[in-house]
């Protein structure tokens, strides 16, 4: 893999593990020294990510973890609606036994990590689902769409949930994990939505911030200069269970 989507998906990990949350800061320096990187390998991965609504460049402050606002809010959650009620109808059109297979284990590992209060593998997990039943649909165009609306979701659940808040309710999964395997598509779209106007609805306006290293945050190991003591103990759970995908 080039280092630049090493990078990139570190970050993207980060975002859905609600590791990094809204606000935390990317210094390029320090960036440069976790991936052993050039500024100029760092800066384009940066852009990319404010093209992609994760992370918010500021002239002459450095990057931050985007913050959205409750319009960017308003908007992430009707696009994801609109999307995911398509790539469900064409999920169900297409799903196969073997795809059903997977699902349940996909259901299997989120019932596992929500047993073990894995917050982070579960909110991760979670964001795996709604991927999952879009890839079935067929359509990588429709799918690319989607990975970034979650992204972005991923940010708005760690900017208003409490520590420790599943985004997604693993019962709503498995109810339309049913509908799916019944072949009901109609039934698959109004459990969607419904789990999707769900999400929307639990969100608060409690903002969830901690003083965390960055290489904690992105699950890296920590270096000589990083501030260890800063690290809590819910950052180091989350170090010890989610790896970067390499
Ligand atoms: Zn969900």
Redesign the pocket.
């Known amino acids: 893999m080039r280092v630049e989507t090493h990078i990139y998906r570190t970050i993207v990990d980060g975002v859905l593990a609600h590791r990094l949350t809204p606000g935390t800061k990317l210094p390029e320096p320090e960036l440069c020294q976790l991936f052993d990187v050039g500024r100029a390998v760092v800066r384009r991965v940066l852009e990319r990510l404010a093209h992609d609504g994760i992370v918010t460049l500021r002239p002459n402050k450095g990057a931050v973890i985007a913050e959205p606002t409750p319009e960017e809010t308003r908007e992430i959650f009707e696009a994801r609606r609109a999307l995911e009620r398509a790539l469900v109808e064409l999920a169900v059109a297409r799903v196969t036994d073997e795809d059903l297979a997977m699902l349940r284990r996909q259901l299997d590992a989120e019932h596992a990590a929500m047993h073990r209060f894995d917050q982070p593998s579960w909110a991760r997990l979670?964001s795996d689902?709604?991927l999952r039943v879009a890839a079935l649909a067929g359509n990588a165009v429709l799918l690319r769409y989607l990975g970034e609306l979650i992204s972005r979701c991923s940010l708005i659940v760690g900017l208003y949930e409490p520590p420790g808040y599943a985004?997604?309710e693993h019962d709503?999964?498995t109810a339309i994990v049913a509908c799916i395997e019944r072949r009901d598509a109609a039934g698959a779209i109004d459990r969607m939505q419904s789990?999707l106007e769900e999400?929307e609805r639990r969100i608060e306006t409690t903002r969830m911030r901690g003083q965390k290293s960055l290489a904690s945050l992105l699950g890296l190991p920590e270096t000589g200069t990083a501030q260890r003591d800063a690290v809590t103990p819910s950052a180091e759970s989350a170090k010890s269970t989610i790896r970067p995908r390499t």
């Open positions: 979670a689902f709604h985004p997604c709503e999964h789990h999400l």
